[in-house]
Structures are given as structure tokens and as C-alpha cells.
């Protein structure tokens, strides 16, 4: 198994913990309550965003890792 190969399984491994990671930021930090009658939205907009940087990142490490373990070795 070449070396290329190696990294490419690393990263798509990489990405899908890095890609949890993300959407569980994501989801803990959106929540709503009921209060008489009106919905109150409890979120906390930073760490969300960077909840979605982390599922940018996992995406474009999967497409690295994806691209190594399909290009061809010479």
C-alpha cells in the first residue's frame, strides 16, 4: 500500500470525526422554548458558525482524501 493511499484513508477518517464534530456544535447550539404562548430562540450564533467551518473543513478533507486514494501513481 503506497504512501498516498495511507493519507487518503486518514483523511476521509479524519474528515467523518471532524464532520461529527461540526454538526453535533451545530445541533447544540440551536435550541428553542415555549414561554406563554411565544417560542423563544436560544441560540448562540458563534459557536454555530464555526460548527459549519468544521463541516466545510470535513468536506473538503474527504474531497482530498478522496482524491488521493483515486489518482493514479506513476
Known amino acids: 500500500?503506497?504512501?498516498r493511499k495511507i493519507i487518503?484513508?486518514?483523511l476521509i477518517v479524519l474528515s467523518?470525526?471532524?464532520g461529527y464534530f461540526g454538526l453535533n456544535?451545530?445541533?447544540e447550539n440551536s435550541t428553542s422554548i415555549?414561554?406563554?404562548d411565544?417560542?423563544?430562540d436560544l441560540s448562540n450564533n458563534s459557536e454555530?458558525?464555526?460548527g459549519y467551518v468544521y463541516v466545510g473543513l470535513a468536506v473538503v478533507l474527504l474531497?482530498?482524501?478522496l482524491f488521493l486514494l483515486k489518482k493514479n501513481s506513476n
Open 63 to 65: 474531497g482530498g482524501g
Open 25 to 27: 456544535k451545530v445541533s
Open 34 to 36: 415555549e414561554v406563554l
Open 8 to 10: 487518503g484513508i486518514f
Open 48 to 50: 454555530k458558525e464555526l
Open 16 to 18: 467523518l470525526g471532524v
Open 38 to 40: 411565544l417560542q423563544v
Open 1 to 3: 500500500m503506497g504512501t
